[in-house]
């Protein structure tokens, strides 16, 4: 009979819906397979709005479908993406509605430590291409910060290890951010947590702004350290403007971020060595050179007092330059107090003279006016003779008007410079000296001007000339100071000048 040929209609199969048999191997197939470990590539990576993860893992022959809840896809490792070779942990099972089975993902490790290296070469060389290694950006490590700013697990003997190394060199202010060292949480919290100092201003809640990070974390193996070379952290380090000092893992242990820090420390410890000094040392270091300074101070001080003692014994004693200078000062103040009574004197006795040669400015008016009359008589004279000797020439009563015309011109003219010169002579006159309650002392037997108290004795006779011109003899009773009395030499008399009829103006 052949195998192929229909059952007979009264078997004993049972029927199965589809639903029953999806079931049946839903069933078969988790209890054959409840723990799984697949090593594959992932592809087509996707994270839903619901925070599950769906991707594909596949090899060179076969595609496993895989599926991780949101509740442990924040606890995995390493943080999944395409073309990453990885091996993950977990329990098959199928999915009735597309006749497919999965894998349920409970963790996910990287698929040996080349494929993680292949990865982390690649990406180094392209943040590098982008220049967030470039050595010119690197910022200088302050020497003595005020406040240390550290990036780590608030839980782990690093933090220890920091604050206890800088208690020991040089006690600063710290400021711990914790985060996550490790896991897929533990990339964007290290990166908020640099970007997050950088972004205190001093003023808020009265939080200092840190003037140097750290960022720490201890040893560990490659996936464990995993988080220090996403990109997330390693922008945030190049992008801050706080200098930053890398501190991941031990010596040997070389990631992403020490590429992209100011300074790269080999241990946590050695990070808080280079943060700060050792104090003692400091101490040490300025009381040594202040010791030196003071020194140098002693000794630049004597030398100067050397020089000075030195230059001090060649120069004379100050007494000694100011002695001729002071016996010269001594002597023309001396000479100033009797120069200047005597110059004043003298400058006296010539105005009193000088004031005396004037004519009174009333005399010299007469006389000018006498003058110009007999001037203008002569004129009137020569002019009638003029006219009467050329009568039959000149008959034209317009050149005798132009005549008259020109002569009154002439005189008046004449008659203002004379007035003007005579208000001149006025106003230089004595006779407004006396005016202002001054009088004129004369000797009364030559009509010398007194000019100082010492020219007349007791008993001479003196005439005063007051500004009414009028003169009133006196007597001079006595000095002010007695002493010897000395005879008065007789001033011969001035000869008069000789009248003449023409005056002088002056």
């Known amino acids: 009979m052949d195998d192929l040929s229909p059952e007979p209609a009264g078997t ?122 470039d050595q010119n950006a690197k910022q200088a490590i302050p020497y003595l910060p005020g406040v240390i700013g550290v990036v780590t697990s608030p839980t782990g003997a690093v933090i220890r290890d920091i604050l206890h190394r800088l208690q020991d060199r040089f006690p600063r202010h710290v400021l711990v951010w914790p985060v996550a060292v490790q896991g897929e949480r533990a990339a964007q919290q290290i990166a908020d947590a640099i970007a997050g100092f950088n972004r205190l201003d001093g003023q808020a809640g009265g939080v200092p702004r840190p003037d140097l990070l750290i960022v720490a974390r201890g040893g560990g193996s490659l996936e464990d350290l995993w988080a220090f070379n996403e990109e997330v952290v390693v922008r945030a380090a190049a992008a801050s403007e706080i200098p930053l000092i890398s501190a991941v893992g031990h010596e040997t242990d070389t990631t992403l971020i020490d590429f992209a820090s100011d300074q790269r420390a080999p241990t946590p410890t050695a990070a808080a060595e280079m943060a700060v000094p050792v104090r003692a040392d400091l101490l040490g270091e300025a009381s040594d050179l202040g010791r030196r300074l003071r020194a140098a101070t002693y000794r630049i001080l004597g030398d100067q007092q050397r020089h000075l003692e030195a230059t001090a014994r060649g120069l004379p004693k100050p007494d000694r330059l100011l002695d001729a200078s002071t016996q010269a000062l001594d ?109 004129v002392v004369r000797r009364a037997d030559d009509g010398a001007v007194v000019a100082d108290a010492t020219s007349i004795q007791a008993g001479d006779a003196i005439d005063i000339e007051f500004r009414d011109a009028a003169r009133r003899r006196a007597l001079v009773a006595s000095n002010d100071a007695p002493g010897p009395r000395t005879p008065r030499k007789a001033t011969p008399a001035k000869p008069k000048a000789p009248s003449t009829d023409q005056q002088d103006l002056f």
């Open 331 to 439: 002597e023309l103040a001396e000479r100033q107090s009797v120069a200047m009574p005597r110059y004043l004197r003298e400058r006296s006795r010539d105005l009193a003279q000088t004031a005396a040669r004037l004519r009174s400015p009333d005399s010299l008016i007469t006389a000018a006016t006498q003058s110009l009359a007999r001037a203008s008589d002569a004129l009137d004279k020569a002019l009638q003779s003029s006219v009467d000797k050329r009568t039959n020439r000149f008959h034209d009563s317009r050149l005798g008007a132009r005549l008259e015309r020109g002569f009154a011109h002439v005189l008046s003219a004449r008659t203002q410079r004379l007035e003007r010169a005579g208000a001149m002579l006025e106003s230089l006159s004595y006779a407004r000296v006396l005016e202002r309650g001054y009088a």
């Open 12 to 133: 004993n199969v049972p029927e199965l819906s589809v639903s029953e048999l999806s079931r049946a191997l839903k069933r078969t197939v988790e209890e054959a397979y409840s723990y799984v470990r697949v090593r594959g590539e992932i592809s087509g990576f996707k994270r839903a709005a619901s925070g599950h993860l769906y991707m594909t893992m596949k090899d060179s022959d076969a595609v496993l479908d895989a599926v991780c809840w949101r509740g442990t896809a924040g606890r995995l490792s390493i943080k999944p993406e395409d073309g990453l070779e990885v091996i993950a942990t977990g329990r098959l099972t199928t999915y009735a509605g597309r006749s497919k089975y999965q894998i349920i993902i409970d963790s996910m490790e990287h698929a040996g430590e080349g494929a993680l290296l292949k990865l982390l070469e690649d990406r180094r060389r392209k943040l590098a291409e982008e220049g967030l290694f």
